[in-house]
């Protein structure tokens, strides 16, 4: 709840602070670089030490989502687009709106910059199983699950206690259509989660090709055991409806 307060405090500041250096009220093109200038000074005010972090980052030679450009025209004129017929006047409500577009466009911009990135560094340094681990989660959210399991099958072997990997593989393998073999990777991936809860991939070479913000694939015994109700659920619909309807045949 503290979290909510806090970004409703902040796009209030904002809106003051915008009201006293504005000469007009009116939503414009440049009223959204004018409310970025000043959400950079909110920022900076009340989270210094995450300013902080961001500037000590690990070096690395991968896109980096806080390289985006919420400055640019193209930028500019995509917020203006979806909020022109909507709004007239600089408002909270249309402050939120804002930084939320922005941040799907800036996370949209970044996937595109990253998955050709991971994909093709994959190719350059094929040893690396913490990179085909994210090829892999590259590869299930462009819907090619079998290269998607092709590569988590080569990072298992060097995160073999991995839940989250192991829960990875099920959902590969649920999406092409072996459901038996899913549940029993489901299976231990539950019980690697039971006793471990935290079993993140650790990195080990090439840190300077390591993105700052992956796209990683986490779970949690909760997550494993809906996921079972859901393979439940898909094998029913398989026996009852599918081999059914077979049978008439």
């Not at 972090?53 to 640019?72: C, G, T, V, Y």
């Not at 055991?225 to 619909?237: C, G, P, T, V, Y």
Request: hydrophobic fraction near 35%; aromatic fraction near 14%; glycine fraction near 2%.
């Amino acid at each position: 709840m503290k979290s909510v307060f806090d970004i409703q405090k902040s796009i209030n500041e904002i809106f003051d602070l915008y009201l006293k250096r504005s000469l007009s009220n009116r939503f414009t093109l440049d009223s959204i670089s004018t409310i970025f200038e000043i959400g950079n000074e909110v920022f900076m005010k009340y989270h210094a030490d995450e300013y902080e972090k961001i500037l000590n980052r690990p070096h690395s030679k991968a896109p980096d989502l806080l390289d985006d450009e919420p400055f640019s025209l193209e930028r500019t004129l995509k917020i203006y687009e979806n909020l022109q017929n909507k709004y007239e006047d600089i408002s909270p409500t249309l402050i939120k709106e804002i930084f939320e577009i922005n941040s799907r466009l800036a996370w949209s911009d970044y996937r595109k910059r990253y998955d050709s990135y991971i994909l093709d560094l994959c190719q350059k340094i094929p040893d690396d199983k913490y990179i085909c681990y994210l090829s892999a989660v590259v590869y299930y959210d462009h819907k090619e699950y079998r290269n998607a399991l092709k590569y988590i099958d080569f990072a298992l072997t060097q995160y073999t206690s991995s839940a989250d990997m192991t829960h990875f593989k099920s959902l590969c393998l649920m999406q092409i259509g072996e459901l038996e073999l899913a549940r029993t990777y489901m299976y231990q991936a539950l019980f690697l989660a039971e006793i471990s809860p935290e079993s993140p991939p650790k990195r080990k070479e090439y840190n300077e090709f390591y993105p700052n913000f992956p796209v990683e694939f986490h779970t949690s015994a909760d997550l494993i055991r809906a996921d079972l109700n859901k393979l439940d659920q898909a094998e029913h619909i398989f026996e009852h409806r599918i081999l059914g309807f077979l049978d008439i045949n």
